[in-house]
């Protein structure tokens, strides 16, 4: 049998979604040990994609294997009750068994939410990056035009050793101002390791008025990791969800 | 001197605003000790109320004196450097000896959140108290307009032993429906214990059709805390600010 389920994580306190050597301070760790427990299988977990430390997720989708069947909703259920209080399972439904959460995937949307003042309110501290700058949006959102459509990614792929392709599909990048806040998503095929934190990185400097948005071409057609920004800091990013055929 | 504190803080983890006993758990008991390792003095703040434990604020605020003067950004940035992160210090300013935050308080306004459905998402799971049930927002809206005005509130007061006069003034009850949310937001010139959360409980059982309209003129007029409803939890329940004349 194969599970597919949709989850909303807090990241505050985990060193993200992968499990790495011995800790157990992962989303993936923590779902594949109460699985374990209900099941009494070995259990892994396919996350969609790996979300850094600090970041969150809306709708993260993953998907795991059972030898027996169990209801949905007992699965559900079962780890609700025993997750950690920031880690909470939106659904559970059974899926073929050729369904992967990430090879399938064919849209992701990210959002990262910057807090446009020195320091947010105690309620989003850890939902939000504070930028006390003031940001030229209109900038920000030329820049943004640059990036849409098909390119290679190198300049804003964190992973200086990676290999395969770095080619990615941007969809859309909608930046919204709301009250205090700045709200950029990002909707693509799939991002590279740390790849929205670079782009938000970069995009803030435009904003800032530190880079031209004329500078976005080059980054992109440079392909060297260096050009670009710095990355933006994990706890404003969230991953919204993950679309399938 | 005599300074007056603007503060917020998230009160998921403190047994809310007054020191007791020993515990040290308290946000008032934090600001005390900080303000103490500061100033090498004895420092009592005084805070516009007690918020319960569990409670939280956008924007309580506390007044206390020293016999040394300090600069007030100065005591904002001690506090801020020194305070644990859910509690922050928005603005300190210098008053005259007379200003007392609870005594001089005109008006406060506390916001009740409500979420609608059987669970918020992880992000808001500290703030907002889930309702599954479907609530009649008209009859709610209408038991509010009977709890305007000045009356004897002992219908409401969580303090069975309370002595002092229960004579409140409720200027404004506003229930604002947003997507998935229900904030109840309360103006007036004061509120006893638990006051806020019996009343948001009570308009609940309205909402839910446990209670009708009509019996809310019952509850005022008879001053028994066992005709009012239960307590709603503490978690949804915010300070929004206090004003002064």
Redesign the interface.
């Known amino acids: 049998m194969n599970y597919k389920m949709i989850l ?3 990241g505050s306190r985990y060193s993200g979604w992968q499990v790495q050597g011995n800790t157990e301070q992962t989303i993936q760790g923590k779902l594949q040990s109460v699985l374990e427990k209900m099941t009494g299988e070995e259990i892994e977990i396919h996350g969609s994609g790996r979300t850094d430390a600090g970041v ?1 997720a ?1 709708g993260q989708v993953a998907n795991f294997k059972l030898q027996s069947a169990y209801e949905p909703e007992e699965i559900k259920r079962y780890c609700n009750q025993y997750l950690p ?4 399972v939106l659904e559970v439904s059974e899926v073929p068994l050729r369904f992967h959460s990430r090879l399938n995937a064919v849209k992701k949307t990210y959002c990262y939410r910057i807090f446009l003042g020195e ?1 947010p ?3 989003r ?1 850890k ?1 939000v990056t504070p930028v006390a700058e003031n940001l030229n949006i209109n900038k920000m959102k030329a820049a943004a035009e640059v990036l849409l459509g098909t390119h290679d990614f190198t300049s804003f792929c964190g992973n200086r050793h990676f290999k395969k392709s770095a080619v990615r599909t941007i969809y859309e990048i909608r930046i919204e101002e709301k009250k205090d806040e700045l709200d950029i998503s990002f909707t693509g095929n799939g991002f590279l390791q740390n790849m929205v934190r670079i782009l938000t990185g970069t995009l803030l400097e435009v904003g800032t008025g530190k880079r031209e948005v004329r500078e976005m071409k080059e980054i992109l057609e440079g392909r060297n990791r260096s050009l670009a920004g710095p990355m933006a800091a994990a706890k404003g990013l969230v991953l919204i969800n993950v679309e399938y055929e």
């Open positions: 909303q994580y807090d969150h809306m209080e920031d880690i909470v320091k309110d105690v309620f501290r939902y």
